[in-house]
């Protein structure tokens, strides 16, 4: 077996060798000699274990077995259908089909109509629905726009306040700063006027 494998590696290696010795064509391409390919290509299938030319020959066996096989399934489907066109074509039977036919069409309008009522009713429910569901979205929304606005007014009269009560606390402290430097400026003038007098 290792010699049959040791056969096989060996003309793989000098197709190779065959494609490496080739002509270069547009970098992609090499251009070989038919025969030594061909000879090696011979020599590499005679190698082959018998295992592998058992199972390409049920391979192919197999294929022509399918390939019959469908041939005589085409030939039956043709036969029947030939025969089915051939008991369509009676008068009483073509009758019956055709009334059963108008019989299924107008069964097919008729769900359809039903369909289309029901799918027109689901989408009537399905809006009123949505404008319900629009309408205490609003209700919700002005609601709550209200009660935002209403905490706004209340916290910016706190604030109103807030500011007023600074005003009132730096105009407190500015009139007892300007108390103090008037204090401080009338202690002071006496000495002030004894240097004018002295001059």
Not at 65 to 91: T, V
Not at 134 to 163: C, F, H, P
């Amino acid at each position: 077996m290792n010699s049959q494998q040791d056969v096989i590696y060996d003309l793989m290696g000098k197709i190779e060798e065959a494609l490496d010795k080739g002509l270069p064509l547009l970098g992609y391409y090499s251009v070989v000699k038919k025969d030594t390919v061909t000879d090696l290509l011979d020599r590499l299938y005679a190698a082959l274990p018998d295992e592998i030319k058992e199972a390409r020959a049920l391979l192919r066996r197999k294929e022509e077995l399918q390939y019959d096989a469908q041939q005589k399934a085409e030939k039956i489907i043709a036969d029947a259908q030939g025969e089915a066109n051939r008991l369509l074509s009676e008068s009483d039977i073509l009758r019956a089909v055709q009334k059963e036919a108008e019989k299924i069409k107008e069964q097919v309008i008729n769900d359809c109509e039903e369909i289309k009522r029901k799918a027109v009713d689901e989408a009537e429910a399905i809006r009123s629905q949505a404008t319900d569901e629009a309408i205490r979205t609003k209700d919700g929304a002005s609601v709550y726009a209200e009660q935002l606005l209403a905490n706004l007014e209340q916290n910016l009269a706190q604030m109103q306040e807030i500011v007023k009560n600074g005003q009132v606390t730096l105009e407190k402290r500015r009139m007892e700063a300007d108390d103090l430097v008037r204090s401080n400026y009338a202690n002071q003038q006496p000495e002030y006027a004894q240097d004018f007098s002295m001059r």
